[in-house]
């Protein structure tokens, strides 16, 4: 689609990016997805330990493909679908809104932490929080270690 600019409109989804699931347990979930060579990227920590509360696992180059948080689960938290740059972001607000889907806005525009995306997060019909946003940095070499953040 990236090329096809005549047939774009709506909020302009690209590609399905990543998926954040809630699990009580997120080490397990991280080694699980690690022993079938998914690489940990990003990792949020309980301060103080190495104990993960959030996990962000790679195959395809980028921070994530899946992340698990802490939390009552097996639950889905969103799915993410990458627009062409931070610009659509207002743009895709702009275009729900005009078609009166201006109370599916969740959260943001703004930029996470982790991954260091620009994003906003919105709900579509049956309550599924779909995040659009523009795609983050590459981490291609495999000695990168992953990148720890404090819990607080
Ligand atoms: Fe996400």
């Not at 990236?2 to 990543?18: S, V, Y």
């Not at 509360?53 to 698990?68: A, E, S, T, Y």
Request: proline residues 7%; aromatic residues 14%.
């Amino acid at each position: 689609m990236l090329g096809k600019f005549e047939q774009h409109r709506g909020l302009l989804p690209l590609r399905l990016d990543h998926f954040q699931l809630f699990t009580p347990n997120v080490p397990d979930a991280v080694r699980f997805y690690m022993d079938m060579g998914f690489r940990l990227s990003e990792y949020m920590a309980v301060d103080g330990t190495d104990t993960p509360v959030f996990g962000f696992l790679q195959r395809k180059g980028n921070p994530h493909d899946i992340v698990f948080a802490n939390g009552t689960g097996p639950r889905l938290h969103h799915f993410a679908f990458v627009v062409p740059d931070a610009a659509y972001l207002l743009y895709a607000c702009d275009v729900a809104g005009s078609h009166g889907f201006s109370d599916a806005l969740e959260h943001g525009p703004g930029r996470h932490g982790p991954g260091h995306a620009m994003f906003v997060y919105l709900r579509d019909p049956d309550g599924h929080r779909i995040e659009l946003f523009a795609t983050h940095y590459q981490v291609m070499d495999i000695k990168n270690e992953p990148v720890r953040w404090e819990a607080s």
